[in-house]
């Protein structure tokens, strides 16, 4: 950038970095969404066949930690105006968990929420305690990040929609048989089962605020069948009052 004739002029480098801007603008839908890429390091995984075909339910990868922790900034963003939304978001987080667990601090280091919440993440080594971590930061980023207060006082990369999308990608991703559904984190046993029954029962259910009560009934089926699939036969077909 330089000044001629009083005027700011940018040279050439800038003006093709510019175009670049807009062009992966327009790969994102025109927004400032970011998402999943697909690289050529993962095509040549697919290729040879080293993708995760089976889930497994006893650990969250470190990348797949560090991939969420990007979502989730993205999603929450940063503060406009002088506010302090996103800081809300965070001690929202960081009081509930502390709560829960019987503790004043989830780390002792940190000088903000939103640094504790995501070290203690990052370094939780139970699989459980994980899940409830990423559960509220969704659950936030479902509710308190799409209100129009929160829309108006903060800048974000993401919205609500394309990040939890992303989640779900990443746990597939990495064979992590978990998914965010009708504001809960729910296991995933069969993708097709999923995507066929599951997921569409949970959105029509979660959606519709009559269905309310048999939304509870899904969940609570859902998650009984979740630890005890072997006792779900076809005369045991679990009914759900409307």
């Known amino acids: ?4 004739g009083g005027c700011l002029y940018f040279p050439q480098e800038m003006c093709y970095l510019t175009k670049a801007c807009i062009c992966l603008s327009r790969v994102n839908g ?13 095509r040549q995984k697919q290729f040879r066949g080293e993708m995760p ?10 990348p797949l ?10 999603a929450i963003g940063k503060n406009r105006y002088g506010n302090d939304y996103c800081g809300r978001a965070f001690k929202y987080i960081h009081d ?13 280091r940190a000088t903000e929420y939103s640094e504790a919440v995501i070290n203690f993440f990052l370094s939780c080594p139970e699989l459980e305690k994980s899940m409830d971590v990423i559960e509220l930061f969704f659950q ?5 990040v799409r209100t129009e207060d929160y829309r108006y006082s ?22 992590v048989g978990f998914q965010f559904e009708s504001k809960q984190m729910v296991r995933v046993d069969s993708q097709y089962l999923h995507s066929e029954a599951v997921k569409p029962a949970l959105y029509l259910l979660g959606n519709e605020k009559r269905f309310k009560g048999a939304n509870e009934e899904f969940l609570k089926a859902h998650e009984h069948y979740r630890h005890k699939p072997e006792c779900v036969n076809d005369f045991e077909t679990p009914t759900i009052r409307i």
């Open 154 to 175: 903060t800048s974000r990369r993401m919205e609500s929609d394309s990040a939890i999308e992303e989640l779900n990608s990443r746990f597939k991703e990495h064979g």
């Open 65 to 74: 930690r560090v991939q969420i922790v990007h979502i989730v900034r993205d």
């Open 1 to 4: 950038m330089g000044l001629l």
């Open 30 to 42: 025109g927004g400032n969404d970011v998402g999943v890429l697909d690289l050529f390091s993962k």
């Open 96 to 108: 509930s968990l502390c709560r829960e667990y019987g503790l004043f601090r989830l780390d002792e």
């Open 53 to 62: 075909e089976v889930y497994q339910y006893e650990t969250i990868p470190n």
């Open 140 to 144: 936030v980023i479902d509710t308190y």
